[in-house]
């Protein structure tokens, strides 16, 4: 399994920006797609953003879709989300995942999660 370390999360105002990087260890990394899910407090997870292991394909939950970009760089073993434009509902634990296969937006397809990075957004 790969193990996964995100960072980056932090307290900012609404409309500013934020990049989370999740590093993993292990030599197959670019055999993952990779997922960011998020949850907020008394919310169950969710999807917000996938790549495909060669980046060629990405998918975006609606609330983020023209906000946030997922890329990666496989030679750093390391998959980024940008957000931009912050808002308060914004504000959750987001989590990297990786998924031994297709790319989906399913978090029971994915087997190895990092601990979190905690974004807060304030108005």
């Known amino acids: 399994q790969v193990q996964l370390v995100e960072s980056g999360g932090g307290l900012v105002q609404a409309g500013d920006s934020l990049r989370l990087s999740c590093a993993a260890s292990?030599?197959?990394?670019?055999?993952?797609?990779m997922g960011w899910f998020r949850q907020a407090p008394g919310k169950e997870r969710e999807f917000v953003a996938g790549?495909?292991?060669?980046?060629?394909?990405?998918y975006y939950a609606d609330s983020v879709k023209g906000r946030f970009t997922i890329s990666r760089d496989n030679a750093k073993n390391t998959v980024y989300l940008q957000m931009n434009s912050l808002k308060p509902e914004d504000t959750a634990a987001y989590y990297c995942?990786?998924?031994?296969?297709?790319?989906?937006?399913?978090?029971?397809?994915?087997?190895?999660w990092g601990q979190g990075t905690q974004v807060t957004v304030s108005s």
């Open positions: 995942a990786a998924s031994w296969g297709l790319l989906t937006t399913q978090a029971q397809e994915y087997r190895s």
């Open positions: 790549i495909s292991w060669s980046g060629s394909t990405t």
């Open positions: 292990g030599r197959t990394f670019s055999s993952y797609a």
